[in-house]
C-alpha cells in the first residue's frame, strides 16, 4: 500500500480537529504505558483466582471471567480485588498523553477507569468538563467532554463483567445516546486499541448495528503490527480505516520510555508525526499559503491586520506609508518564494485566489526591506471601485429595497440577503433590519454557511441592544430575545476554520480593535498638529502620518461597511471618523509662512490641497455638525477646496438631500447629511455656477414647513455666498419670493427664523435692486398688513411691518412704500396721544421703523423711550427681573438711534449718567467713564475717532490689552508678530 492513503487520512483527520469535530477513543494500551495493567492483565488476574482459564485461546472468557468472580466472591471482594489491581500505586501521566490533547479533540471517549485524562487536561491547560455518569452529562460547561464511557472507581460503576455489557443502555441511557450522537456525526479515531481488541470490537459492533451506513468512517492507529492488505480492506469495508505504523518510511525515533516498551515508544512516535505532519511533509509554499488565507475568501474586505496574523511569518508587516505592501526583513519566507516565482506555476488558480484575497484585504503587493517583488496592477482599481459602491449606497440614504422580499430568502445568495439586511439599517429601520438578520441566521446556519450566521447574529446582537436601549416599544419577548444572544457562545461552538475567518469581529465585538485604531488616528493628528507648528514657525517636516491615518481609516471603514457590520451607530466608531476629519483639516489649514530665501522652499509641504469625494462623504455622513462647526473654526479654515469630482458628488447628492428632506425621508439622518453639506459648502470656495445650483436647491426648502435648522443652515450658505458675490440676483429675488409665499401660508415662520435669514435676503436684494419682487405677492403681503391693523392686533401689526414689511421696506413701490407710511404714521400718533410708558415691543416696532428709514424720528417718543428707561433703571429689582430685559431694550435701542442719527446728543446728555453701566454697546457709543470692554468685537461699531477717546481711559485701555493677549495666547508666533507690528503696537504705541 502507497503511504498516499496514510498521509490523506492524517489531512481529514487534521482537517476533523480544525473544524472542532474529532472525536478520540482512548484505550487501556495509553493507560498501559503508566505502569496501569491492561484489560488481558486485569482478567488473567481475575482468572488465577477462578483456577486460571485459558483466556488466549478462548477470547469469549474476557466477559464471562468477571462475571464468574463477582458471582463466586461477591460485590464486596470483586471491588476490593480491583481495587488492589489498580489503586495499589500512584500512577502519572505519560508523553503519550500530551500528544492526544495536541491533537486538540473536541471530545474524549475511554474505556479506561483511570484518571489520567483528567491530569492530562490539566497538566495541558486544556478545559474538558469529565463525565462519569448520566448525571454528569447535563452540567458541561466547556462544551468539550472527557467521556468515561464505562464509568470509574469513585462512583463504584465500572463496566467489566457480562452482566455491566448487558445493562449497559439502562446504567448509561444518556452517555450511550451522547456517544451515538458523536461518533455518528464526527471524526472518529482510536488510540490504544488493536482490532482484536475484544472492547473495541464490542464497542464498534454496538454502534455500527445502531447506525448503519450513517456511520462516519473512522481511523484506528495499528503500531504492533505490521501492514496487511486483506486485513485493512477488511475492515475498510466495514468503516474502520487501519493506520499502519510501517507505512511511514523513516519514521523520526524517540525514545520517551525505556527502550523495553516498544509499544510506547512506538505509538509515542506515530502520533508525534501526527502532531508535526505539515511541518515534515513540507507542503506547497502556494498551496500552504492558500490553505491558511482561504478562509477569508467569503468575506468582502479583509483587514491587513489578518492576514500578516494567519501567514504568522517572522517580521511580516503592513506597510501604512503609502505603498499599502506586505513587507518582509527576511528574503527568504513563502511569500517571498510565491512571488519570486510566478513564472514557474503552470496552473496559476491558487496564485490568483491569493493575489484576489490580498486585493480584498487593500494590500498593492509584496516586498522586502530592499525591493518591491510585486506589484497587483488590480488593486486600485479594485479598492476605488469597492469605495465608490459603498458611498454611492450610503449616501444616497434612501437605497431601493426589492419589492419581492420574499424571494431574495428561497435562493441561496446570501450577499443580496445581507445586503437587505443593511439597507434596513442605514435607513433606521433597526426592528426590520433586526428581522431580516434573524431570518438569514436560521437559513445559514441550516445550509452550514457559518460565517453568514455569525454575522447574522454579531449584527442581531447590536441591533437589539440599540432597540433596547432607544425604543419604548419593543416587546418583552423580544428583549428576552435580545438578552439570550451570547456571541461568544457562538463563536466557542464554530468550526475552527470558521473561527479563522471572524476572529477579527471578536476583537471588534469588544471594541477592543476600535480603541486600538483609536489611538493610533489619534496620535496620527497630534503629528499633523505638530508638523502644523512647525511648518507654521518656518520649519521644515516631510511626514507621512497623514497617508497612515488615511489608510487605517479607509481600511476599517471599508472592513465594517462591506461587511454589512451595524455598528457605526456606537460612539466608539463615530469618534473615529471625528479624529479622522480633525487630522484632515489640521493639515489642510497648515500655511507655510516661511519668507525667506532656503533650500527648504523648493519642497512641498505634505497636506491635503483639497477635499475629494471620500473626504467629503466622510465628513458628509459620519459627523455632528456641531463637531465639523467646531473643528473649521478651531483651524480656522475659511475657504476649502473642493474637488471638481467632489463637487459634482455634491451636486448630485444636494439634490436627492433637498428631496428626502421635503419628503421627510428618514428625516434625522438626512437632515444631518445636508446640513454637513451646508456647512462645508459655506466655507467651501465655489464658482457662480456652482453657488447658484446649490441656491436653486435651497430655494426648495423655503416654504410653510420649514424648521429652525433648515433656516439656521440655509442662511449660513446664502449670506456666505453673498459677501463673496456668487449669487446672481434673479436668484436672491426667487428666494425673497420664496420666503414671502410662505410667510403668507404659515405667518409662524419668523418665529422659526432666529437667524434672521428673511432680514438677511432682504439686505443682499436691496443691494442688487434689479429683478422686481413678484408683484401679487407684494400685494398680498400688504393686504395682510392692513387686515392686521383692522383687526386692532396690536402685537401682530408690530410683528408683521417690524419682521416682514420694514426690511424689504427700501425696495417696495412707490405707492406701496406710501401705504405703509401712512399706516406706521397712523400707529406712531396713538402712541403719542396715549403719553404712556413704553413697552418692550413698541420700543423695538419704533427702533426698526427708524433704522429702516420708513419715517422720521419723533422727539416725543424718543423722550419717552429715554425716561422709561430711567424709570425702569431706577425701580429695578434683580429678583424681578424678566427676559428680554426690557432696560436692555431701551439702552439698545437708543444705543442705535443715537448711531444712526435718529437721536441727537442734546436729547439724551442729561440722563447718560442715570444710563451708563448697564449695557456694555450704550457705554461704548456714549463714551461713558470707567467702560470695561469684555467683547471684542463690539469694537466694529466704533470708529476711530471714538477709539482714541475710549483709550484714554485707563480701565478700557487695560481691558482692550487683556482680550488681545488672551486671543493672541491662540494663534501661532507668527501671526502673534504680525498682529502685534500692524495693529496693536501701531495703533497704540503712543497713548
Not at 447574529?457 to 432607544?470: A, P, Q, S, T, V
Request: hydrophobic share 35%.
Amino acid at each position: 500500500m502507497v503511504d498516499n492513503f496514510l498521509d490523506t487520512s492524517i489531512k481529514k483527520i487534521k482537517e476533523a480537529s480544525e473544524n472542532n469535530k474529532l472525536v478520540i477513543f482512548v484505550g487501556a494500551g495509553v493507560s498501559a504505558n503508566s505502569g496501569i495493567p491492561t484489560w488481558s492483565e486485569l482478567i488473567k488476574s481475575l482468572s488465577k483466582d477462578l483456577g486460571d482459564f485459558d483466556i488466549d485461546k478462548s477470547p469469549e472468557l474476557f466477559l464471562k471471567i468477571p462475571q464468574y468472580y463477582f458471582n463466586e466472591r461477591g460485590e464486596k471482594e470483586y471491588f476490593e480485588k480491583l481495587d488492589e489491581i489498580f489503586l495499589k500505586n500512584k500512577y502519572k501521566t505519560n508523553p503519550i498523553h500530551k500528544e492526544i490533547f495536541k491533537l486538540k479533540p473536541t471530545h474524549i471517549i475511554t474505556t479506561n477507569y483511570d484518571t489520567l485524562l483528567e491530569e492530562a487536561a490539566i497538566e495541558e491547560g486544556q478545559f474538558f468538563h469529565t463525565v462519569k455518569y448520566d448525571l454528569h452529562l447535563p452540567y458541561n460547561n466547556f462544551n468539550k467532554t472527557i467521556i468515561k464511557m464505562h464509568g470509574d472507581f469513585e462512583h463504584r460503576n465500572i463496566v467489566l463483567k457480562e452482566d455491566d455489557y448487558l445493562n449497559y443502555s439502562k446504567n448509561f441511557t444518556l452517555i450511550e445516546s451522547y456517544i451515538k450522537s458523536l461518533i455518528a456525526t464526527n471524526t472518529v479515531l482510536f488510540i490504544g486499541y488493536s482490532v482484536n481488541d475484544p472492547n473495541f470490537n464490542l464497542i464498534f459492533q454496538w454502534v455500527k448495528n445502531i447506525l448503519s451506513s450513517h456511520f462516519q468512517p473512522a481511523y484506528l492507529i495499528e503500531n504492533s503490527k505490521e501492514f496487511s492488505r486483506i486485513e485493512h480492506s477488511y475492515y475498510k469495508n466495514r468503516g474502520i480505516n487501519i493506520l499502519y505504523k510501517n507505512e511511514i518510511e523513516g519514521l523520526p525515533f524517540t525514545d520517551v520510555f525505556n527502550s523495553n516498551n516498544v509499544r510506547g515508544n512506538a505509538l509515542y512516535n506515530f502520533l508525534n508525526y501526527f502532531n508535526t505532519f505539515d511541518k515534515r511533509k513540507e507542503i506547497n509554499d502556494l498551496e500552504g499559503v492558500y490553505e491558511k488565507l482561504s478562509c477569508f475568501e467569503d468575506l468582502n474586505f479583509i483587514m491587513p491586520d489578518q492576514i500578516t496574523k494567519r501567514l504568522n511569518i517572522k517580521s511580516l508587516a503592513y506597510d501604512l506609508f503609502g505603498d499599502r505592501t506586505l513587507t518582509t526583513l527576511e528574503n527568504e519566507n513563502p511569500l517571498i518564494d510565491i512571488f519570486s516565482n510566478i513564472e514557474s506555476f503552470s496552473d496559476k488558480t491558487i496564485f490568483n485566489k491569493i493575489s484576489k484575497i490580498f486585493l480584498k484585504a487593500n494590500i498593492r503587493g509584496v516586498s522586502t526591506d530592499k525591493e518591491l517583488i510585486i506589484e497587483f496592477e488590480d488593486n486600485d482599481d479594485f479598492i476605488n471601485s469597492l469605495i465608490t459602491k459603498i458611498i454611492k449606497t450610503d449616501s444616497t440614504i434612501n437605497p431601493t429595497t426589492p419589492n419581492n422580499l420574499t424571494s431574495i430568502f428561497e435562493g441561496k445568495d446570501y450577499e443580496s440577503m445581507l445586503r437587505l439586511g443593511y439597507v434596513f439599517y442605514k435607513q433606521n429601520q433597526f426592528h426590520d433590519s433586526y428581522t431580516v438578520f434573524k431570518t438569514i441566521s436560521i437559513k445559514a446556519f441550516k445550509d452550514k454557511k457559518y460565517l453568514i450566521y455569525y454575522i447574522s447574529e454579531f449584527n442581531r446582537k447590536h441591533l437589539g441592544n440599540f432597540l433596547m436601549n432607544n425604543s419604548k416599544k419593543i416587546s418583552e419577548d423580544l428583549k428576552i430575545e435580545i438578552q439570550d444572544i451570547n456571541l461568544e457562545e457562538i463563536y466557542d461552538t464554530l468550526p475552527s476554520i470558521e473561527k479563522k475567518s471572524i476572529s477579527f469581529l471578536t476583537d471588534i465585538q469588544n471594541f477592543n480593535f476600535i480603541y486600538k485604531v483609536q489611538n493610533k488616528i489619534n496620535k496620527h493628528v497630534n503629528a499633523l498638529k505638530n508638523t502644523k507648528r512647525t511648518v507654521e514657525n518656518n520649519g521644515f517636516s516631510i511626514d507621512s502620518t497623514l497617508q497612515r491615518s488615511f489608510t487605517e481609516l479607509t481600511n476599517i471603514w471599508m472592513f465594517l461597511e462591506s461587511n454589512y457590520l451595524c455598528i457605526d451607530i456606537y460612539s466608539e466608531i463615530k469618534s473615529l471618523y471625528l479624529s479622522f476629519v480633525e487630522g484632515i483639516f489640521v493639515s489642510y489649514s497648515t500655511q507655510n509662512n516661511s519668507t525667506g530665501e532656503t533650500f527648504f522652499n523648493d519642497l512641498p509641504i505634505n497636506k491635503i490641497e483639497e477635499l475629494d469625494i471620500f473626504e467629503v462623504y466622510i465628513i458628509m455622513t459620519k459627523l455632528k455638525t456641531k463637531d465639523l462647526s467646531q473643528i473649521l473654526t478651531d483651524y480656522n479654515v475659511n475657504e476649502i477646496v473642493i474637488s471638481e469630482p467632489a463637487l459634482e458628488f455634491v451636486m448630485h447628492t444636494l439634490e436627492t438631500l433637498v428631496n428626502d428632506v421635503l419628503n421627510n425621508k428618514i428625516k434625522d439622518k438626512s437632515e444631518n447629511y445636508l446640513y454637513n453639506l451646508l456647512t462645508l459648502l459655506s466655507r467651501s470656495k465655489l464658482n457662480v455656477d456652482h453657488a447658484n445650483r446649490i441656491g436653486s436647491k435651497l430655494k426648495l426648502l423655503i416654504n410653510e414647513e420649514v424648521y429652525f435648522n433648515e433656516f439656521k443652515y440655509i442662511n449660513r450658505f446664502i449670506v456666505s455666498s453673498a459677501n463673496k458675490n456668487l449669487l446672481n440676483q434673479n436668484l436672491i429675488s426667487q428666494l425673497l419670493n420664496s420666503y414671502l409665499n410662505a410667510y403668507l401660508k404659515n405667518r409662524r415662520i419668523l418665529e422659526f427664523d432666529t437667524v434672521g435669514l428673511y432680514s438677511n435676503l432682504a439686505k443682499i436684494y436691496a443691494d442688487y435692486n434689479s429683478y422686481p419682487l413678484d408683484e401679487d405677492t407684494i400685494t398680498n403681503v400688504v393686504n395682510v398688513v392692513n387686515i392686521d391693523y383692522k383687526a386692532e392686533n396690536r402685537n401682530l401689526i408690530y410683528n408683521t411691518l417690524q419682521s416682514v414689511v420694514y426690511p424689504i421696506f427700501s425696495i417696495l413701490k412707490s405707492e406701496e412704500k406710501e401705504i405703509i407710511k401712512i399706516l406706521t404714521k397712523s400707529i406712531l400718533e396713538k402712541i403719542i396721544s396715549a403719553q404712556s410708558p413704553l413697552d418692550s415691543k413698541t420700543i423695538s416696532f419704533y427702533e426698526s421703523m427708524l433704522l429702516s428709514n420708513v419715517l422720521e424720528a419723533n422727539t416725543s417718543i424718543n423722550k419717552l423711550i429715554i425716561e422709561g428707561t430711567c424709570k425702569l433703571i431706577e425701580n429695578q429689582n434683580e429678583s424681578l427681573k424678566t427676559h428680554p430685559d426690557p432696560i436692555y431694550i431701551g439702552l439698545h435701542a437708543l444705543t442705535n438711534m443715537y448711531k444712526f442719527d435718529h437721536l441727537n446728543l442734546e436729547e439724551i446728555k442729561d440722563y447718560l449718567k442715570m444710563l451708563g453701566g448697564h449695557v456694555e454697546y450704550f457705554d461704548l457709543i456714549f463714551n461713558i467713564e470707567g467702560v470695561k470692554l469684555t467683547n471684542l468685537n463690539l469694537l466694529v461699531y466704533i470708529n476711530e475717532e471714538e477709539m482714541e477717546s475710549l483709550m484714554k481711559q485707563e480701565k478700557f485701555k487695560n481691558s482692550v490689552y487683556e482680550l488681545f493677549e488672551e486671543k493672541l495666547e491662540d494663534l501661532t508666533l507668527e501671526k502673534r508678530k504680525d498682529i502685534l507690528s500692524k495693529i496693536y503696537t501701531r495703533r497704540y504705541k503712543n497713548l
